[in-house]
């Protein structure tokens, strides 16, 4: 029997690695907000920020504005786990947010992340869980790996290893060489296979 369910919109990051919109999606790494700021890059209206007073007042709008203008950006402070997901949770929601972001010291469990999933299809936006220490089995779509790479020869330009974990969509396990070309917000992120195929299969 044919699957009559709509497929969901993708957001392409490059012309073979693309992430589902009304999801979830988690990312570690010493380097996770490279994945999660061109995300927000990418995307067009306000965005749902969450996180304890340190993650949340670190946010410097200098650095931020090489990505987007800080001005979409709504802070949320929190001070329990509790409140951090109920936070997330409301809003993504709201059909206002295209991106929810939420800093945890520790990844949600399946419970706490079917319920984010669910609220991210409800309120159509995407949800990004930025994880410090480690992860649980959970209902997010992928899990990412971001490091910082040294540049000796390109000082100025960031560069990142992305490497995919987790896909629940069909989409194998893979890592790039990412540079970030957007300044100006023009969201130019070039990527560099090192290990996997493209998603076009998945779309």
Same mark, same amino acid.
């Given at each position: 029997m044919k699957d009559l369910k709509p497929k969901k919109q993708r957001l392409r990051l490059s012309d073979d690695v693309s992430l589902e919109l009304q999801s979830l999606h988690e990312i570690m790494g010493e380097a996770n907000l490279s994945l999660a700021l061109t995300v927000a890059a990418k995307l067009s209206g306000p965005i749902v920020w969450i996180g304890r007073a340190g993650h949340v007042q670190s946010i410097m709008p200098s650095a931020v504005g090489a990505?987007?203008?800080?001005? &979409? +950006? #709504?802070?949320t402070e929190c001070t329990s786990r509790k409140e951090l997901l109920w936070a997330a949770e409301q809003? +993504?929601?709201? /059909?206002?947010? #295209? !991106?929810?972001? *939420?800093? !945890?010291?520790?990844?949600?469990?399946?419970?706490e992340s079917r319920r984010m999933q669910l609220a991210c299809e409800q309120g159509g936006g995407m949800?990004? *869980? !930025? *994880?410090?220490?480690?992860?649980? /089995?959970?209902?997010?779509?992928? &899990? $990412?790996?971001?490091?910082? *790479?040294?540049?000796?020869?390109?000082? !100025?330009?960031?560069? $990142?290893?992305?490497?995919? =974990?987790? /896909?629940?969509?069909?989409?194998?396990?893979?890592? $790039?060489?990412? =540079? $970030?070309g957007g300044y100006g917000q023009t969201c130019d992120v070039h990527m560099v296979c090192l290990l996997y195929t493209s998603d076009a299969a998945d779309e």
């Open positions: 990505f987007l203008d800080p001005a &979409r +950006m #709504v802070l809003a +993504m929601r709201c /059909s206002g947010a #295209v !991106l929810t972001v *939420i800093h !945890l010291a520790q990844g949600p469990n399946l419970k949800g990004l *869980i !930025l *994880i410090e220490r480690n992860a649980q /089995s959970s209902a997010a779509q992928t &899990r $990412w790996t971001c490091q910082p *790479i040294p540049a000796n020869d390109t000082p !100025l330009t960031p560069h $990142w290893s992305w490497e995919r =974990t987790k /896909s629940r969509n069909g989409g194998r396990p893979g890592r $790039w060489h990412v =540079t $970030w």
